[in-house]
């Protein structure tokens, strides 16, 4: 008989986990039931999902990962968790790291325990390099320690390992995912690519922080994907896996590319004062998952950026509201 799993996706309306939804349900045969959990922030857009809205699979629930009550009924219908809910910009992070510390840290320690009680089979934690802090040469593997710098990625770190203290305390079957920075349409314009390229096609400016040699490794959002999902179903309980994307540069280089891609010159840039506690540079060793689970990252930064450009230039009316927003 072919059972069908019932997958719950927590932040499922934002960048990168409506990407894993659409993704998920675009095969039509796929045994899977999908559930959307997602308080709808200023970073989630149910606009995002309109492509499953009709899908018979899918459903969406309008909630807080912190409130236990509904975390709890929900969870108990379901036999997977996916959770890429989260307060995600650095930035804002440096401003107030309230709701970082409630919804990365008491949100996912909220899921945990619903999860253990509920009788879920599997939890995937979505995660970050960030955690690791920076690295001056070589790159991290998944047993190197955490030294995360931002309030961000502390509280990442934090619930990165509350995830896995479930799993050895409890017996949980938790699966931790870190990848780099990613990048792709729908992402929220506050974010380093879609900043500058929304900037780029309003006949704007760029602002590029400090002396612009910070390095970042780029990952197309359909790869994120891809590699959660291979964890997701392959992966080994209790277990870390980085997903990588193969393409380091510094953001100089970064701005190179999507001058490039707008038709525009560095006459545009404006060098800014560095962020606070700037990671100089962020690598993922991602041997690990290429050689368990047969991962490997698929688009390459030129044709990546040039599907993304493309998209920012066809969906203006989507970006330009939040452009102007004064939560940004
Ligand atoms: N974007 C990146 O480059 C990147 C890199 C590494 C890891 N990650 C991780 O991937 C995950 C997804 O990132 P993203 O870029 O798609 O983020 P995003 O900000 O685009 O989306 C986050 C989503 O979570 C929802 N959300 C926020 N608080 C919530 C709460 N309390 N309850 C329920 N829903 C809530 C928002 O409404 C939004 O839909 C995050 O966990 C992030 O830490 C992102």
């Known amino acids: ?34 559930t959307v959990l997602d308080a709808l922030t200023y970073a989630g ?16 629930v309008h909630g807080d990962v912190c409130d236990a009550e509904l975390v709890g009924k929900v969870l108990s219908e379901h036999d997977e ?3 890429f809910a989260a307060e995600s910009h650095v930035d804002r992070s440096i401003a107030g790291a309230a709701p970082f510390v409630r919804t990365n840290v008491l949100g996912t320690q909220t899921l945990l325990d ?10 995937v934690q979505v995660s970050t390099d960030e955690v690791y802090g920076s690295v001056d040469t070589g790159a991290w593997t998944e047993d190197a320690p955490l030294l995360p710098n931002s309030p961000y990625a502390a509280s990442k770190a934090a619930a990165d390992l509350m995830a896995l203290a479930y799993h050895r305390t409890h ?35 760029v602002p590029l922080y400090g002396d612009g040699s910070h390095v970042r490794d780029w990952l197309y959002v359909g790869d994120h994907v891809a590699g959660v999902e291979l964890v997701r ?22 701005v190179d590319f999507l001058l490039a891609a707008c038709g525009a010159d560095w006459s545009r840039v404006d060098h800014v004062a560095d962020r606070k506690g700037h990671d100089r540079r962020y690598a993922l060793d991602d041997s690990k998952i290429r050689a368990e ?28 509201p939040l452009c102007g927003r004064a939560d940004r």
């Not at 008989?1 to 934002?14: D, E, K, P, Q, S």
């Not at 857009?45 to 969406?60: K, N, Q, S, W």
């Not at 949980?172 to 929304?198: I, M, W």
């Not at 309980?237 to 380091?248: A, D, L, N, R």
């Open 171 to 205: 017996g949980l079957d938790v699966r931790v995912t870190r990848c780099s920075n990613n990048y792709g349409p729908r992402q929220h314009p506050e974010k380093a690519v879609p900043l500058f390229t929304t900037r780029l096609l309003t006949g704007g400016r």
């Open 114 to 123: 619903a999860a253990l009680r509920g009788g879920v089979r599997t939890f």
């Open 233 to 254: 179903r392959r992966g080994r309980p209790g277990e870390v896996y980085h997903v990588g994307g193969g393409t380091e540069l510094t953001n100089r280089q970064l």
């Open 45 to 60: 857009d149910p606009a995002h999902l309109d492509a499953v809205r009709g899908d018979r699979r899918f459903a969406f």
């Open 81 to 83: 968790v996916v959770h």
């Open 1 to 34: 008989m072919n059972t069908v799993t019932r997958i719950l996706v927590t932040g499922g309306a934002g960048f990168i986990g409506s990407h894993y939804v659409r993704t998920l349900l675009a095969d039509p045969a796929a045994s899977v039931e999908v």
């Open 293 to 320: 689970l047969g991962y490997r990252p698929r688009t390459d930064l030129a044709t990546g950026l040039a599907a993304t450009v493309a998209w920012y230039r066809d969906n203006r009316p989507w970006w330009e």
